[in-house]
Nanobody, 119 residues
């Protein structure tokens, strides 16, 4: 069983930066995708970013060039560095782990951390 604990959310002004962290307990292989989804009220959860093998990444078009995902396999931790934040980035961000080849089908979800970007 994998458990995920996120941290780093908060309130920031538009144009600012935040870094989210997520540490996984349990057996995590470097081949597993670790990443982030987000959700705003009334909308479905949407993919944000994912990484595997420490050097393979995927990003949603909406965050490319602004967000950077990274991973420390020794610590079972994934990070999301968010820059040039926009009000539309406001959401609950969920850390996820996908054990298969599809980063868009997570098997495990964290509890979520709120990110609020004020205009």
């Amino acid at each position: 069983q994998v458990q995920l604990v996120e941290s780093g959310g908060g309130l920031v002004q538009a144009g600012g930066s935040l870094r989210l962290s997520c540490t996984a307990s349990g057996r995590i292989f470097s081949s597993y995708w670790m990443g982030w989804f987000r959700q705003t009220p009334g909308k479905e959860r949407e993919f944000v970013a994912a990484t595997r093998w420490s050097d393979t990444t995927r990003y949603a078009d909406s965050v490319k060039g602004r967000f950077t995902i990274s991973r420390d396999n020794a610590k079972n931790t994934v990070y999301l560095q968010m820059s040039v934040l926009k009000p539309e980035d406001t959401a609950v961000y969920y850390c996820v782990v996908s054990t298969g080849n599809n980063w868009y089908e997570p098997a495990y979800w964290g509890q979520g951390t709120q990110v609020t970007v004020s205009s």
